[in-house]
């Protein structure tokens, strides 16, 4: 499975959680380390968490599996790494604090709702 199939698949587990304001970002010319970042908002910790432990556990299933994580024991941001995809996981006012969309906003970003069309 290519990356952009992979993070569609991982934006569709997202979605089933109801993350919010979903996003995909190519990195490839931005980054060595990764080709996309996917970041998403939640409502509360326990939402960070579901999401996460939702994404590790249906992308296990089907052979994707995380290759390092982070930030649980807050559950201000959670991150996880897919080697090729990183996913971003935060709560609202940390994702606004940290900008990461702002920060690398000269990437091509998609919206997940143009992904699941």
């Not at 199939?5 to 979605?15: H, T, V």
Request: contains cysteine; hydrophobic residues 45%; glycine residues 6%.
């Amino acid at each position: 499975m290519k990356s952009s199939q992979r993070a569609k698949f991982i934006a569709g587990l997202i979605q089933d959680k109801k993350g919010k304001d979903i996003l995909v970002m190519d990195m490839k010319k931005a980054v060595s380390f990764a080709d996309l970042f996917i970041i998403c908002s939640a409502d509360s910790y326990r939402q960070v968490k579901t999401i996460a432990d939702y994404v590790t556990r249906n992308a296990k299933k089907e052979g994707i599996k995380v290759w390092h994580s982070e930030g649980y024991e807050d559950a201000n941001w959670i991150l996880l790494d897919y080697g090729d995809i990183i996913v971003h996981i935060f709560m609202e006012e940390v994702r606004v604090f940290y900008g990461l969309e702002r920060l690398w906003r000269d990437v091509p970003i998609e919206k997940v709702a143009a992904l699941k069309e």
